[in-house]
């Protein structure tokens, strides 16, 4: 039996669920569907992805390293492996633009133009300033995953 190591091509089921059991993601339509999360536009299929090459949080590949086809199991990944932990400094406050912010509210996600990239930003507080928080949705949170290794290419 072939286990996955560095360089392996492998598609991966999945569900990512927070401390909470709230899940955030999963390849699995029928899981999205039950949760109460399914996207119409999304495709579910399982990952394919080059283990090693840093495409995906640390903690998740370092789980699949080892792991047989056909294997499954949850693993819990520390915020540091995942992505990361929350930073002050990610958070920026602006003064507002009566014209251009009229329309944002405190809880929104929006679009900000940084060199050229569509950055997404938390707005976490709109008064005579507004606060856009920059870091990840998940920074900060230990995160469980149920992964299953559905093929090995190589």
Do not use: C, W
């Amino acid at each position: 039996m072939k286990n996955v190591s560095n360089g392996s091509i492998v598609d991966v089921d999945y569900e990512g669920r927070t401390e909470d059991g709230k899940l955030f993601d999963t390849s699995k339509a029928d899981v999205a569907k039950k949760e109460e999360t399914f996207q119409e536009q999304r495709n579910y299929e399982p990952l394919h992805i080059t283990v090693g090459q840093g495409m995906l949080i640390k903690g998740f590949e370092a789980a699949l390293i080892g792991m047989e086809e056909g294997q499954e199991k949850t693993v819990k990944i520390k915020s540091d492996d995942a992505y990361g932990e929350r930073k002050q400094e990610l958070i920026k406050t602006f003064p507002k633009d009566q014209e251009r912010d009229a329309e944002l509210k405190k809880g929104m996600v929006v679009l900000v133009n940084v060199e050229g990239r569509q950055i997404p930003a938390l707005v976490t507080e709109v008064s005579d300033n507004i606060s856009l928080d920059f870091n990840h949705p998940l920074a900060g949170k230990d995160l469980t995953f149920k992964i299953k290794v559905v093929k090995i290419e190589n």
